[in-house]
């Protein structure tokens, strides 16, 4: 035996290893210039307090009448990383999920005095309500990116289904938008694909059928999983 | 391999000191991973082995694979070292391509797994192969490298082709294991 075969296997599997990660990287530019810009943005205004959304002072001290939406839906484009997002308030209560069919992040807070804070794994959302939109930022994993969602009425918006199937908790999120635009992502045991195509009806994942469904539904069910 | 050890020019001097580069070598290989795994932003996709109806089945059905080449390994090193009536002049060839090529089957599974999904510590499984995940690539680096040091000890193979088999089974064990008795036998 060659005394340097057994290097040879290592550097095979390590080239292997390269390849596929060029391939990767090529196959997949948006989000990694996107990240890419969007550290350099960032870089750009360090100091500075973002003076972004989030006014809501302290005007409940004056009794002034909470004007925030109690059932409203809101889905738009992530600028800079070209996902979407979508957010639902139902009587106080928000959700939201960030999607670019790659990574994704949902969240869940509180809609008062028209601002929003909503609050996941890895991710923060904070949007300012008002002129028929939500505007804010989404924090994920180190980055930052901004975002413009206009209200939309179904079938845009956000839909969620979860399955239990042999222990294994799957979970699905899709957005779309009224520009036809549509992305989405299933999960499961920590491993996620990008979702098959959603039009309204059932939607099979490995021969498991999933029936996404709208915030009135799922806001009130259990978030634990994810 | 047998054939390294009765060999007489090297009469017992053996030392464990040899595989010092080996070990240090694979445990850098195990940490390198864990930390890429945990500290860079998972993309969520990565390319893969065409043919499947998705990344996970694809894993799925690779490692499972690889874990039937491991078995032949282990029986194979078995019937090197004299522990199972099992004789022939490809015992060492079959049992060097069918690891070579257990490795690279296991390649575009750990890319994908690291570069997409990253080390993850949520759940039982998770953890469990987040660890032999990086632990397996450890331990067969440091067999590799401890391969043709000839005045190793005697154990130092058994232990490194026992650990990265026992490794490898407890990886199919928490992904494709998982993969069939949840989804069933999906292609």
């Known amino acids: 035996m060659s005394r340097l075969g057994p290097t040879y296997t290592l550097a095979a599997g390590a080239v292997l290893a390269v390849v596929l990660g060029a391939a990767s990287l090529k196959s997949s530019p ?18 500075a307090p973002e003076p972004t959304p989030i006014p809501a002072p302290e005007p409940s001290e004056t009794a002034a009448p909470d004007t925030t939406p109690k059932k409203v839906d809101y889905a738009g484009v992530v600028q800079g990383n070209g996902g979407l997002v979508a957010l639902a308030i139902r009587n106080g209560r928000a959700v939201a999920y960030f999607c670019d069919g790659h990574i994704e992040s949902w969240l869940k807070g509180k809609a008062e005095n028209n601002t929003l804070v909503l609050e996941g794994k890895n991710a923060l959302i904070t949007a300012a309500l008002g002129g028929g939109k939500a505007q804010g930022k989404i924090e994920f994993q180190g980055h930052k990116w901004r975002f413009v969602a206009p209200v939309v009425k179904r079938p845009s918006g956000l839909y969620r289904a979860t399955a239990l199937v042999r222990g294994a908790r799957i979970v699905g999120g899709w957005i779309k938008l009224p520009t036809g635009q549509t992305v989405g992502k299933i999960e499961s045991g920590n491993a996620g694909e990008s979702a098959p195509y959603f039009d309204g009806g059932p939607v099979d994942w490995y021969g498991v059928t999933l029936q996404p469904q709208t915030p009135d539904t799922f806001i009130d069910g259990d978030w634990s999983a994810l | 391999m047998s054939d390294i050890r009765t060999s ?45 109806s998705g990344p996970l089945a694809m894993k799925a059905w690779l490692t499972t694979a690889a874990a039937l ?26 049992h060097r391509w069918s690891g070579r090529i257990a490795f690279i089957l296991t390649v575009p599974v750990a890319f994908h797994c690291l570069y997409s999904l990253g080390a993850q510590f949520d759940t039982p499984r998770v953890i469990i192969h987040s660890l032999l995940g990086c632990f397996f690539y450890g331990v067969f680096t440091a067999k590799m490298l401890a391969l043709p040091k000839r005045d190793a000890p005697g154990w130092t193979l058994p232990v490194l082709g026992g650990l990265a088999f026992t490794a490898l089974i407890g990886l199919w064990l928490t992904s494709a294991y998982w993969f069939f008795t949840t989804f069933g036998i999906k292609f």
Do not use: C
């Open chain 2, 69 to 94: 080449l491991a078995v032949f390994q282990l029986v194979t090193a078995l019937a090197m070292w004299g522990k199972i009536p099992l004789q022939g002049e490809w015992l060492p060839s079959a």
């Open chain 2, 8 to 52: 007489p020019h090297h009469a017992p001097r053996t030392s464990a000191a040899t595989l010092l580069v080996p070990l240090l070598a694979g445990g850098l290989v195990a940490v390198a991973l864990g930390v890429y795994g945990k500290m860079h932003t998972p993309t969520g996709y990565a390319i893969g082995v065409a043919g499947f």
């Open chain 1, 30 to 47: 948006a989000i990694e210039t996107a990240s890419a810009d969007q550290n350099v943005t960032t870089a750009a205004t360090p100091s």
